[in-house]
């Protein structure tokens, strides 16, 4: 008996990821007002009335001397959308987060699939320890666009033709890869997320080397420019004093 084909949403690839701040209490004055309760008691709360511009010394001072509990006196929810392979290194953070993640358990995943762009380097070279990526070759990049798309469209078929003989979503997930997008809510303090950054991005004024994969570092990028706006003094401080979270 030849079997029909499944009908299904046609897939789709990305080469992005994306994240929106959805709500927050975070700014500057935070921080001033958590370290000052130590020596003005609830006078402290006087530093909500202040322009937290004069009190930048305090912040970097905290920072430098790694004063670490007063930045986390602030909250910060974003939205992401990602591989699902950027998603289990980011719950390796777990101190000062928590996290949402979308079900494949109780609904329907879409076929929304994450394929490296032209920008990203394909190519390891060096020995564990000490390597660096590459860019890939025009025929690398060919290869690696033609071969997951294929797998991926293979996957989703196999997973719509489950779901569609009665099987439990639950169940039927289990072929789809970890390049599929998810998305989750993630809310953690400024201290958390320069633990996370200070990790999981390159930059040029960190003391201390980091190696991401670049797919989380996108991530963090976006989060980090939604910061930087909120808490631009603690943002300051944390680039001034090499990116070591306090």
């Known amino acids: 008996m030849t079997e029909l084909p499944v009908e299904s949403a046609p897939a789709s690839f990305r080469s992005d990821v994306t994240v929106e701040l959805v709500k927050h209490a975070a700014a500057d004055s935070d921080v001033l007002w958590a370290a000052r309760v130590s020596t003005a008691g609830e006078q402290s709360l006087d530093e909500l009335k202040k322009d937290p511009e004069r009190s930048k010394g305090l912040i970097n001072f905290l920072m430098r001397d790694r004063h670490g509990s007063p930045f986390e006196h602030n909250s910060m929810t974003f939205f992401i959308s990602a591989p699902i392979f950027v998603f289990r290194e980011f719950m390796r953070h ?65 997973y719509q033709r489950m779901l569609g003989e009665g099987v439990a979503r639950e169940v039927a997930r289990a072929v789809l890869p970890v390049g599929l997008f998810s998305s989750m809510y993630a809310t953690c303090n400024a201290r958390s997320l320069m633990h996370f950054l200070g990790l999981r991005t390159q930059h040029e004024q960190a003391k201390v080397p980091s190696f991401p994969q670049r797919e989380i570092e996108m991530v963090g990028e976006l989060m980090e420019a939604e910061w930087a706006k909120l808490m631009p003094l603690t943002h300051a401080a944390f680039n001034n004093n090499g990116r070591v979270a306090p």
């Open 94 to 158: 777990r101190v000062g987060w928590s996290y949402n993640e979308e079900s494949g358990r109780y609904r329907e995943l879409q076929p929304v699939f994450y394929v490296p762009g032209e920008d990203r380097k394909l190519v390891q070279q060096g020995r564990p320890g000490k390597y660096e990526f590459v860019a890939g070759t025009d025929k690398q990049h060919q290869v690696v666009s033609e071969q997951m798309e294929a797998a991926y469209r293979g996957a989703y078929e196999a």
